[in-house]
């Protein structure tokens, strides 16, 4: 969807470094999820923030923080806790907060392990 | 949490023949199924979604059936094309979505 924008596309992270992966969308939505995509696997909730301000722990947030100052931006970090960095991730974002409505998703970033 | 599991892995199919994926949930709270199909190195695109107060649901050449009894849900493409191949993927929602591990689809011209 052209309303969500992720940035960079590929990324590489050095040994003991903290990278910060982009999400911006310009669709009003007030939820967004951070997921991570493993080879061969599904989609993994990393964190989701259902409104300003405010955001949840999901899955596999251990070595993952983020922050929602604005309602178009929830950016995520990988901090050097994260032992296993090396995925896709895809932000997505939902009309409302708390009901279930479809996602819709960025075109993700590749992280990859110098 | 809500657990979902998907088969099959893989999925070969003639073009023109019907392909389905089957999908179980655990938690009988869920209401909200979507499917999502994603192409090579791409974003997952939402092609259908179902609620749990409707048993099946059509668009086109997709249809997805929902059983709550038996907590499954089932994706049907028929007449399958070269485009049709891809990655599809199951999700079912109680407060937030969880995935199947997803199908390839791989249909043979």
């Known amino acids: 969807d052209g309303g969500i924008t992720q940035s960079p596309k590929y990324l590489f992270r050095k040994e003991g470094q903290n990278v910060t992966l982009s999400c911006e969308q310009n669709l009003n939505h007030d939820a967004m999820y951070w997921y991570r995509q493993d080879p061969g696997q599904g989609l993994r909730l990393i964190y989701y923030s259902q409104i300003v301000n405010d955001f949840q722990k999901g899955d596999i947030a251990e070595g993952y923080s983020v922050s929602r100052e604005k309602k178009e931006s929830f950016p995520l970090t990988v901090t050097s806790a994260q032992k296993n960095p090396t995925a896709f991730y895809l932000c997505?974002?939902?009309?409302?907060?708390?009901?279930?409505?479809?996602?819709?998703f960025g075109d993700g970033t590749r992280l990859s392990i110098l | 949490g809500e657990n979902v599991e998907q088969h099959p892995s893989t999925l070969s199919v003639q073009e023109g023949d019907s392909a389905v994926i089957k999908c179980t949930y655990s938690d009988s709270a869920s209401n909200y199924f979507p499917w999502y199909k994603q192409e090579l190195g791409k974003r997952p695109q939402l092609i259908i979604d179902?609620?749990?107060?409707?048993g099946e649901k059509k668009d086109q050449r997709i249809a997805v059936t929902l059983n709550k009894t038996a907590k499954h849900f089932s994706l049907h493409i028929t007449e399958t094309q070269p485009e049709d191949s891809a990655v599809y993927f199951c999700a079912a929602y109680d407060y937030k979505l969880s995935f199947g591990a997803g199908t390839t689809v791989t249909v043979r011209a």
């Open positions: 997505a974002s939902s009309i409302a907060r708390t009901s279930n409505q479809p996602q819709h």
């Open positions: 179902i609620r749990s107060n409707v």
